[in-house]
């Protein structure tokens, strides 16, 4: 361009821009309106009329020589005045174009990571300035120079916003004049977002005199900073200084951001990869390592390998030999028994590759194990394997996924779940083929891309974690086949102090079925379904196998606890005086199914990460709106467990509808909304019946009053399953710390896989290198349960939940007064 572009603003916000002197040409004229268009090459990104002259300020820029002659002309224009005049629109983005063959030439660079090769887009930088001067111009032709893409933000809030549009690779912040701006602010609330792991933040400090003694660069690191820049405006030692940091830190941390991609196919591989230390540290295992073995990575990473347990079927001078191999830099293959946590060996075939390092020392050790086929037992599970037609059954397993070789059967096994299972052999037999099955096929996450894989019509399948350790217990054909252990402990199912987690253990992590069969007994389930005990006990497996017991939180187990919360509610004078029949009925089976296929992760999470699921509910209640979909999809499938099939259709959809509005209920960003309707349409008309001088203050004509009105059901079904849902605080201590340490486990590994996707961190408080689990414990109860609860216990009077409650918040305040972080004081886990 030979000169400068003259420009009209409309008082609409319209641009019209024409190069005077090149051309007076109707088609030279471009228009821009606002929003995002282009200018003569230029982009340019506009929020208002009032904002577009700060921003042509630096679009009518010319090269450094007559950089001068145009300054006082920009300032004419009314650049200065608008920036001061539009705060919150300072944001200036320029695609520079050129005719240079610098800038043509570092449009991308080509990187090579080992053996991965990847493509480097032309970087992009923001200058954050309080006001233009030369140091501001200088790094803004050194851009120029260098083929960025460059972008100037003159406030925090227009910084902020234009990093987190653009993700910068470089950002360069004023640090000369702290009269405007605070630059180390500015820095740290750029580095308390997530997306700021990898860029470079460089300071512009102002150059001392020879007099002066140069001070420390520790301050500007401790505040986010990676380097430091000394004031020079010569744009050939501001572009020198941003080639450096392109060929340095910049490229260093593209070639990290890379491994996001190996550890997703490291995630996604079927075989079982475990990752160590030279010493024998682990550093990582994959969900196929975690599958197999029955551990969480949880409880793997950090841990030496001598402290988990070791089979004793290897011969004595197996590990001395596979030893003296990797410590020579030598690959070992062979087959290796294994202990799984359940305490079964299985045999493996395992290649231990050590890898060279830093100062050409073998750093890590990266191994692959695979189920080895000659075993007596695994050839028993893979000639089950060819046998069979389905890939999964009732049975769940830690070491594998769950899904169909016919994809349009469902993703159960209808055959094992449905059948009479009183022979224990048979089932052995059934089950050990499923691992067979499982070990076989390709190894799928628990939900694929969020569990959605779209088969023909209406029809998806879900991929299903299963746990082995269940195989050896016999399920039950009806309640009093119950073995005496379990049953002892289910003499105690209508206490509020039942213990779950014992259940759990003696169930071997299927409490679901158990617990389920006893309460649906109580409460006369079968009969007001008109379907039989067996087609009950079938469901509810059918229900259990799709929870995965992979999750810390949200697995069978915390479905059966707000089972049997929801069964002791109803079990409450003014509860069950309240409602009828089909609303108990009701509300058990949105409690068992409320959180069935829970993938781990949070309905932010998968909205930002721009799941399958997330798209198809439109972001709202995703995960709600899922849990009862597929509920209803698999109890409809087959016969054999539909507990719906012989009752009449307008009972069906009236229960139908009961428990879909309960799960949608347990959807917290509707919390208070709930609360506060049952609370004026509940709380505060009884509270007024029984002062009334014309009331007997009778539960019973305050309950009969509620049944004439269907709506206020409607609000009591919903306080009560979203209090069993969060009923942890309430419990008795000991369950409330078990509860509070594995959401906070769940919550820690979301944290985990944010950071490791890019993905904003939607709970940022629950670091597992930062967290203080008793503040959070305070905060959900100050926030969430203490009104809720105050609310249910004035309706259904419940005494020892809220001493619990009392209790639990003071054993959490105790803890975060001696600033102690973890679930018991020191002196607790010592004993």
């Known amino acids: 361009m030979g000169c400068a572009p003259s420009i009209h603003v409309s008082h609409s916000g319209v641009i019209y821009c024409r190069d005077s002197e090149e051309s007076n040409s109707p088609h030279q004229t471009t228009t821009i309106s606002q929003g995002t268009t282009t200018l003569h090459g230029l982009f340019v990104k506009t929020d208002a009329a009032d904002s577009i002259p700060s921003v042509l300020a630096y679009q009518s820029r010319q090269p450094p020589p007559s950089a001068g002659p145009r300054r006082k002309e920009r300032r004419e224009s009314g650049g200065a005045s608008a920036r001061s005049r539009t705060p919150h629109c300072c944001s200036v983005e320029a695609e520079t174009q050129t005719s240079s063959s610098s800038a043509k030439q570092a449009s991308t660079a080509e990187l090579q990571v080992g053996p991965m090769r990847l493509t480097q887009y032309p970087i992009q930088v923001l200058l954050i300035f309080a006001k233009e001067d030369n140091q501001s111009n200088g790094f803004w032709w050194a851009c120029d120079r260098a083929g960025y893409r460059c972008n100037v933000a003159w406030t925090l809030e227009s910084a902020l916003e234009c990093f987190l549009d653009k993700h910068q690779e470089i950002i360069v912040i004023d640090h000369r004049n702290s009269k405007y701006f605070d630059a180390e602010d500015i820095c740290r609330s750029i580095r308390a977002t997530e997306l700021s792991e990898h860029t470079v933040i460089l300071a512009v400090v102002p150059r001392t005199s020879a007099d002066q003694e140069e001070t420390s660069i520790l301050p500007l690191l401790d505040a986010g900073f990676d380097r430091q820049f000394m004031e020079n405006s010569s744009v050939t030692a501001c572009y020198n200084e941003l080639v450096q940091i392109e060929h340095g830190e910049v490229r260093s941390q593209f070639k990290l951001r890379a491994c996001n991609a190996v550890f997703t196919a490291l995630d996604h591989c079927q075989e079982a990869v475990e990752i160590t230390s030279e010493d024998h540290?682990?550093?990582?295992?994959?969900?196929?390592?975690?599958?197999?073995?029955?551990?969480?990575?949880?409880?793997?990473?950090?841990?030496?390998?001598?402290?988990?347990?070791?089979?004793?079927?290897?011969?004595?001078?197996?590990?001395?030999?596979?030893?003296?191999?990797?410590?020579?830099?030598?690959?070992?293959?062979?087959?290796?028994?294994?202990?799984?946590?359940?305490?079964?060996?299985?045999?493996?075939?395992?290649?231990?590759?050590?890898?060279?390092?830093?100062?050409?020392?073998?750093?890590?050790?990266v191994s692959l194990k695979r189920l080895h086929c000659t075993n007596e037992n695994n050839k028993q599970f893979y000639k089950s394997h060819r046998e069979d037609k389905y890939t999964g059954d009732n049975s769940q397993s830690e070491s594998g996924s769950y899904k169909c070789k016919n994809r349009r059967k469902d993703s159960v096994d209808v055959k094992s779940i449905t059948s009479q299972s009183s022979d224990a052999p048979s089932l052995q037999t059934r089950r050990y083929s499923s691992m067979a099955r499982i070990h076989s096929m390709t190894i799928e996450a628990p939900i694929t891309k969020d569990g959605l894989r779209r088969l023909s019509g209406n029809e998806y399948v879900f991929s299903k974690n299963m746990n082995l350790s269940h195989t050896h217990l016999p399920v039950p054909n009806t309640i009093n086949d119950v073995p005496p252990c379990i049953a002892q402990l289910l003499d105690?199912?209508?206490?509020?102090?039942?213990?779950?987690?014992?259940?759990?253990?003696?169930?071997?992590?299927?409490?679901?079925?158990?617990?389920?069969?006893?309460?649906?007994?109580?409460?006369?389930?079968?009969?007001?379904?008109?379907?039989?005990?067996?087609?009950?006990?079938?469901?509810?497996?059918?229900?259990?196998?799709?929870?995965?017991?992979?999750?810390?939180?949200?697995?069978?187990?915390?479905?059966?606890?707000?089972?049997?919360?929801?069964?002791?509610?109803?079990?409450?004078?003014?509860?069950?005086?309240?409602?009828?029949?089909?609303?108990?009925?009701?509300?058990?089976?949105?409690?068992?199914?409320?959180?069935?296929?829970?993938?781990?992760?949070?309905?932010?999470?998968?909205?930002?990460?721009?799941?399958?699921?997330?798209?198809?509910?439109?972001?709202?209640?995703?995960?709600?709106?899922?849990?009862?979909?597929?509920?209803?999809?698999?109890?409809?499938?087959?016969?054999?467990?539909?507990?719906?099939?012989?009752?009449?259709?307008?009972?069906?959809?009236?229960?139908?509808?009961?428990?879909?509005?309960?799960?949608?209920?347990?959807?917290?960003?509707?919390?208070?909304?709930?609360?506060?309707?049952?609370?004026?349409?509940?709380?505060?008309?009884?509270?007024?019946?029984?002062?009334?001088?014309?009331?007997?203050?009778?539960?019973?004509?305050?309950?009969?009053?509620?049944?004439?009105?269907?709506d206020n059901q409607t609000l009591i079904k919903r306080m009560m399953i979203k209090c069993a849902d969060v009923a942890n605080p309430c419990r008795?201590?000991?369950?409330?710390?078990?509860?509070?340490?594995?959401?906070?486990?769940?919550?820690?590994?979301?944290?985990?896989?944010?950071?490791?996707?890019?993905?904003?961190?939607?709970?940022?408080?629950?670091?597992?290198?930062?967290?203080?689990?008793?503040?959070?414990?305070?905060?959900?109860?100050?926030y969430f349960i203490t009104d809720m609860f105050d609310a249910w216990d004035a309706f259904a009077h419940l005494p020892v939940l809220m001493q619990h409650l009392a209790n639990n918040y003071k054993h959490w305040k105790t803890l975060d007064d001696l600033k102690c972080k973890s679930l018991r004081l020191p002196s607790e886990n010592n004993n």
């Open 281 to 365: 540290v682990i550093q990582y295992v994959n969900p196929a390592f975690e599958r197999m073995m029955g551990y969480c990575k949880g409880e793997l990473i950090g841990k030496e390998l001598t402290e988990l347990p070791k089979s004793d079927k290897n011969s004595a001078d197996l590990l001395d030999n596979i030893n003296t191999f990797i410590k020579k830099g030598k690959e070992w293959q062979g087959v290796y028994y294994a202990r799984r946590k359940s305490g079964d060996s299985i045999q493996q075939h395992v290649k231990i590759t050590p890898v060279v390092g830093q100062g050409g020392k073998i750093r890590h050790f």
């Open 492 to 710: 105690n199912e209508e206490s509020w102090d039942f213990n779950i987690f014992e259940l759990e253990a003696v169930t071997n992590k299927r409490p679901l079925v158990y617990l389920g069969l006893k309460v649906f007994a109580r409460f006369g389930v079968s009969e007001f379904l008109n379907c039989s005990e067996a087609t009950l006990r079938a469901w509810l497996q059918v229900i259990e196998a799709n929870y995965h017991s992979s999750n810390s939180y949200h697995n069978s187990t915390h479905a059966a606890d707000v089972l049997h919360a929801t069964a002791f509610f109803l079990g409450k004078e003014r509860v069950k005086g309240s409602l009828d029949h089909l609303d108990e009925v009701a509300a058990l089976i949105a409690a068992t199914i409320h959180d069935v296929d829970h993938p781990g992760r949070t309905n932010s999470f998968l909205c930002n990460a721009g799941s399958e699921l997330a798209v198809l509910y439109n972001d709202t209640a995703v995960l709600e709106s899922h849990h009862t979909a597929l509920a209803f999809q698999l109890t409809t499938k087959d016969s054999k467990y539909n507990i719906f099939k012989n009752i009449d259709r307008n009972r069906y959809r009236t229960l139908r509808q009961a428990i879909i509005d309960m799960v949608l209920a347990t959807e917290m960003t509707k919390h208070f909304e709930h609360v506060n309707k049952f609370v004026n349409s509940i709380n505060k008309p009884m509270a007024s019946e029984e002062t009334s001088p014309h009331s007997e203050g009778s539960n019973t004509e305050c309950t009969a009053n509620i049944k004439n009105f269907p």
């Open 732 to 782: 008795p201590l000991e369950l409330c710390i078990e509860w509070a340490g594995r959401i906070s486990e769940e919550y820690f590994a979301q944290t985990d896989e944010e950071k490791r996707q890019g993905l904003p961190v939607v709970m940022p408080v629950f670091d597992r290198n930062t967290c203080s689990i008793p503040k959070s414990q305070i905060s959900f109860i100050d």
